[in-house]
């Protein structure tokens, strides 16, 4: 499946990544750390151009990512009034929201590259929580451009160990997210350990 | 479902236990990949039809031009031409293309300890 990839950089180039980078802010299943990975060794084995290629593909991340929040905005609107006339998942919706609103900024900048599985949830729980647009944008483009940068220079430096290098980058990067995940719940747990039912 | 229900925490704890699980599973991954990147013997140097020209020669310290002098393609237009699609436009099938250029790379490098 890698192979495929990679042959689509080597074919396509900024196209293919900039399409690739809009599907995977969406949430669609698409590879895009990896296709970055080969764009940066090929643009220092000189077999493509590297401007180029790192705007389209910050291009691409930057409008899906807009694209996820008008979906989570448009989502919620539609359906809030529904949702809220459950009184617990009012609560929850509000407490959500006043979350989002004063503490949302960094999650949306931390799950751009560091916790990248995470980014499209947070692109519709922004827009639906209702997040400040000019925050949201401001933190989801420079996210965007961190993850540019350390993907396409991780795969530059790569040099001929591409294979190799997109294994490591997306095994530490599944680490990354799953301890988050488990210092998240653990903190949660850990918090209720005393409520009784 | 209201937040305090036994149901709820049970569920967490199933999601924090899957959560360390998955730690686990990647942290060895990682390691595993590390170490494996860490020793250049176990570099795979095996050609495949995604890579493009000038990545080819880097895996065989061969510079770029000579690489392109060594598939045969005419100058423009090359770049980024993956092996598959040189050996696509010639009609020949991948594997032969890739069994060829082995020996042809080795002749070069043959060639150059002279």
């Known amino acids: 499946m890698t192979d495929a990839l990679f042959a689509l950089v080597s074919d396509y180039g900024a196209a293919a990544l900039a399409l690739v980078t809009f599907l995977s802010c969406l949430a669609l299943p698409v590879p895009s750390s990896m296709m970055m990975l080969a764009a940066g060794a090929f643009a220092a084995s000189g077999d493509l151009e590297i401007l180029p290629v790192a705007a389209a593909a910050l291009l691409g991340a930057v409008l899906g990512d807009q694209a996820g929040y008008q979906i989570g905005r448009l989502g919620l609107s539609a359906t809030e009034d529904w949702l809220r006339k459950n009184p617990s998942r009012a609560a929850l919706i509000d407490r959500a929201r006043s979350y989002i609103q004063t503490r949302g900024a960094v999650a949306v900048f931390l799950s751009r590259w560091l916790f990248s599985v995470l980014g499209p949830s947070v692109n519709l729980l922004a827009g639906g929580m209702q997040l400040n647009w000019a925050t949201f944008t401001a933190m989801a483009v420079a996210g965007e451009c961190v993850w540019v940068v350390v993907y396409v220079g991780v795969g530059y430096f790569a040099g001929s160990q591409l294979s190799e290098v997109t294994e490591l980058l997306s095994n530490a990067s ?22 009784r039912i | 479902m209201p937040l305090n229900t ?20 990647f942290g060895v991954r990682t390691v595993a990949s590390l170490f494996y990147w860490s020793n250049p013997d176990l570099v795979d140097r095996q050609i495949e039809g995604w890579m493009p020209v000038g990545y080819v020669g880097r895996s065989w310290d061969i510079p770029r031009d000579d690489m392109i002098a060594i598939t045969g393609i005419e100058t423009p237009p090359w770049r980024g031409l993956s092996i598959e699609q040189i050996a696509e436009d010639r009609g020949i099938p991948l594997e032969v293309f890739i069994a060829q250029l082995l020996v042809d790379i080795q002749a070069y490098r043959d060639a150059q300890h002279d």
């Open chain 1, 174 to 195: 599944g680490l990354a997210t799953s301890l988050l995940i488990a210092i998240g719940l653990g903190v949660v747990l850990w918090r209720k350990r005393h409520r």
């Open chain 2, 6 to 25: 036994l149901k709820f925490r049970w569920l967490i704890r199933a999601g924090f236990v899957l959560a360390i699980a998955l730690t686990l599973f």
